[in-house]
């Protein structure tokens, strides 16, 4: 379950807002909606299920304006009842602060709204959201990753994907994060309406219908976020995938993401945002000497090692390469290992079928299936992989292949 609060901001004054949303950046809360009026909060907020809505007192309190502000309270605490509201005003009466607190507001701060202010009344709010008001489903991220192109990234997210979704249909969520290369919809044989980019540019307003309506479904059952159809040269930026995928998780029981080989912004976010990352490897020396560089920067950027699985693709194909020299080269046990079937493969992928369901009996659909089912017991027991042997080490090369004994 999230400890993340969702906030909805009504203020007039989109100064107001940003100043506000600046100061929510560096906490466990996202801004899902803003409106600048209270009526339109009373219309339209339910859908964002917010924890907190933080409210602006209207600077023209005369008695009629001040009257309806009050009941327009009544009604955005009876429209959200699990819902806490904190009021923001510049110098009002005790007796306004009275009644709005009657009204349902839990606190009032005031304008232009402080830092530590605001920190002291999330805490305040936090302990609410702790007993119980209301908690959101946190689904699990699961990150497809390659230092290099080509090494079945994409082929291993969208079977995954497929894997998890028959079991579960309806509740996983496939993302294609790779904008530049983004496979997901041809391998799936897909035609979206709307991309990652879609739905990431407009991550403050994801709520249900919205996303729904971005969304594109697989006959799987599974939910597909394909990458958009153009070339695209914008990145999707991190607080973007930060906010995005804070709110998709809170929808899926599992987010697949079929990420990008470099590590921008963006993907360092959905790394640091997943509870388990597939990290494929080939066996080959430049391969490998890229990702155990991979492996260093993930180190350097504190990603928690016990998430990260090595899954060696085309295990076999690397000639003089065993398993042994991987596991030295990278200084970490591996998790999986995938055969080498590229003629299954690529037929899948001209078929827009994913293998495990296009050609069931071959060893890469049996290997895949059981993959899926392998992290998803872990995922469930919160079981992590062997500890790494080795710390990520120099030399890389083995010393069989610098040709030594
Ligand atoms: N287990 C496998 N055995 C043989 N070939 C495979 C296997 N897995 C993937 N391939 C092949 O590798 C190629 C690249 O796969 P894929 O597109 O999934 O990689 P990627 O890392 O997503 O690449 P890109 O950098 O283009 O995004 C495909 O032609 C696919 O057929
Ligand atoms: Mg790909």
């Given at each position: ?183 997901v919809a041809t391998f799936l044989n897909l035609r979206p309406t709307y991309s990652t980019l879609d739905a990431f540019e407009h991550a403050g307003r994801l709520d249900e219908p919205f996303l729904k309506g971005l969304l594109t479904k697989h006959g799987s059952g599974l939910w597909v976020l394909p990458g958009p159809m153009r ?175």
């Amino acid at each position: 379950m999230s400890q993340f609060l969702r906030v909805i901001l009504v203020d007039s004054d989109p100064a107001s807002r940003a100043g506000v949303r600046q100061i929510l950046l560096a906490t466990s809360s996202l801004v899902v909606a803003e409106f600048s009026r209270i009526a339109e909060a009373v219309a339209g907020a339910a859908p964002y299920r917010p924890d907190l809505v933080i409210l602006e007192v209207p600077t023209e309190q005369g008695g009629k304006a001040q009257g309806e502000w009050l009941s327009a309270i009544e009604e955005l605490a009876r429209a959200l009842p699990n819902t806490a509201i904190l009021a923001t005003a510049a110098g009002v009466s005790a007796e306004l602060v009275i009644r709005a607190i009657r009204a349902g507001t839990f606190d009032f701060l005031g304008r232009p709204v402080k830092q530590d202010e605001l920190l002291a009344a999330l805490a305040k709010m936090a302990r609410f959201h702790r007993r119980g008001a209301t908690e959101h489903r946190r689904g699990k991220v699961a990150s497809v990753f390659s230092t290099k192109g080509g090494v079945g990234v994409t082929t291993i997210a969208t079977n995954l994907a497929v894997c998890l979704a028959e079991s579960t249909p309806g509740d996983v969520l496939l993302v294609d994060l790779d904008i530049r290369q983004s496979d997901v919809a041809t391998f799936l044989n897909l035609r979206p309406t709307y991309s990652t980019l879609d739905a990431f540019e407009h991550a403050g307003r994801l709520d249900e219908p919205f996303l729904k309506g971005l969304l594109t479904k697989h006959g799987s059952g599974l939910w597909v976020l394909p990458g958009p159809m153009r070339m695209e040269r914008i990145k999707v930026a991190g607080e973007q995938v930060k906010v995005g995928l804070e709110i998709l998780r809170s929808y899926f029981e599992h987010v697949v993401l079929d990420l990008p080989h470099d590590l921008d912004p963006g993907t360092i976010t959905a790394l640091e945002a997943s509870d388990v990352i597939l990290f494929l490897v080939s066996p080959t020396v430049s391969a490998l000497r890229s990702s155990a560089a991979g492996l260093a920067a993930f180190r350097h950027l504190g990603l928690d090692p016990k998430r990260i699985r090595i899954v060696v693709m085309r295990d076999g194909t690397g000639d003089e390469i065993t398993l042994r020299h991987v596991q030295e080269m990278l200084g970490v046990s591996i998790y999986w290992r995938t055969p080498s079937e590229y003629p299954t493969v690529v037929t899948a992928i001209n078929r827009g079928e994913p293998v495990v369901t296009a050609s069931p009996r071959s060893k890469i659909a049996k290997n895949l299936r059981e993959l899926s089912d392998q992290l998803v017991n872990g995922l469930a027991s919160g079981a992590e992989p062997a500890p790494a042997r080795t710390a990520f080490r120099l030399p890389w090369m083995p010393k069989a292949i610098r040709g030594g004994k």
